[in-house]
């Protein structure tokens, strides 16, 4: 089946740029999803990139997405202390039938 | 307001008891899902649901029973046979292929004492 993979941890400074790798196994992949999960609460859809992007931008976020390596990237440019999350690569197939997700990437902004 | 509601937030369980952990949505999306979350190891998929009165196992479903009955509602009930039942639990509900979302419930922290 498929598998995810993050690092678990990230520390950056406030103010510098963040960037969270995951990998992924099925290259029939078709959503790629980053989530975003705050202490005691559910998750929060941050953006998405569709297989046959290469890049989305959305105001502070910048996906990055090489599918022949399976590797998605999240960039947070002037990252600020409310951006301190654990955050959740996910990927789905074409018809939604599950979403498998990584084991979430702990960033840790330092003022 | 559209959304999802778990119930309750924190619960309390004496080992060998059941539980029930409520979920509903109102957006009417046909597709819901019961996910664990324990440290470091992200979400297990538990059971999820396509369409009302059907049901499919995920990875980690022994210990665990769900029903759909109603489009809006799957609750989940943690028996006494979940050997490590202490955990965030986070239920999401989706319209796919219709939307890119699954939208996500508040959890529920289900600890057993």
């Known amino acids: 089946g498929e598998d995810v993979e993050q690092s678990l941890f990230l520390s950056v400074r406030e103010g510098d740029s963040s960037v969270i790798n995951c990998t992924y196994t099925d290259s029939s992949s078709t959503y790629l999803y980053w989530y975003k999960q705050e202490p005691g609460a559910g998750l929060q859809l941050l953006t998405y990139i569709f297989s046959n992007m290469d890049m989305k931008q959305d105001q502070r976020l910048t996906v990055l997405l090489n599918k022949k390596d399976k590797h998605l990237s999240l960039r947070i440019a002037d990252t600020q202390t409310g951006d301190s999350a654990i955050y959740f690569c996910a990927v789905s197939d074409n018809y939604g039938q599950n979403f498998v997700f990584g084991p979430g990437t702990r960033l840790s902004v330092l003022p | 307001d559209g959304g999802i509601t778990q119930s309750p937030k924190y619960l309390f369980r004496k080992e060998g008891q059941n539980v029930t952990l409520s979920c509903e949505q109102n957006?009417?999306?046909?597709?819901m899902y019961w996910y664990r979350q324990d440290p470091g190891q992200g979400l297990r998929l538990i059971y999820y649901s396509q369409i009302v009165n059907d049901f499919q196992k995920g990875d980690i479903a022994e210990g665990y029973s769900v029903s759909r009955e109603k489009k809006e509602s799957f609750p989940l009930t943690v028996t006494s046979a979940q050997k490590n039942p202490t955990a965030f639990y986070l239920c999401?509900?989706?319209?796919?292929?219709?939307?890119?979302?699954?939208?996500f419930g508040q959890g529920t922290r289900l600890t057993v004492v």
């Open positions: 957006l009417n999306h046909d597709a």
């Open positions: 999401a509900s989706s319209n796919r292929p219709v939307d890119t979302e699954a939208f």
